[in-house]
C-alpha cells in the first residue's frame, strides 16, 4: 500500500470498502477500511482524476506531473480536459507536455471503532457521496468485528439518504 509515496506494509483483514466512482465523473475517491493484526484499524482513502491541464492552470499543484513524467498506469487513462484550462486532447492522444492529476493515497489511522464511523460521516472530507457511505456502513455493520458492528449500528439511522443531491465533480478537489 503506498500513502503519499511511502511504502506500507501490514497484515490486514478488509472490513469494508466503496468508491464515489460513477460513469462520467472525472474525480472520484476510493475507500477501504481496514483491521491491522494488532487489533488497530486503518483507513485507505485513494482520490482518483482523469483531468488533464494546461501548463499555469491554477489546478496545478507540485504534485501534478507532467504526462510524459507520470507513471504507466496514469498514462493509461483516458484523460479528460479541465473545465478552467480547457486543454484540447485529440483523437490522436494527448499531449505529453500537457499536467495530468494522478492518484493520491493516503492512511488515517483511526484510535477506535468509534473514530472509523467518525471518519466515514465526516462531510467535510471530500469525495465521499451518501450511497458510497450508506453502503460502507451497511458492510461495517456485519463486518464481524463487535466494535465496529455495535458503533455502526448506533448511527445507521443518522445517515443522510442515498437520494441526497451529488455534488459537482469539480467540489471533490483532491
Ligand atoms: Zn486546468
Redesign the pocket.
Known sequence: MLDRGRILEFDAAVLASGTSHRPGVPRWSELVVYRVSDGSYLINRIGRSVFA??DG?P?ISWRTPRWIDAAPEEQALPRVP?P??RPRIGPGGIDPTLFVETSRPRVMLPQNADAVIGILLDRSRPGLIPVMIRDMLEQLGRCGDPAIEAASRQINRTVPSAASRVPPALRSSI
Open positions: 491541464h494546461e492552470c489546478e479541465c478552467l484550462c
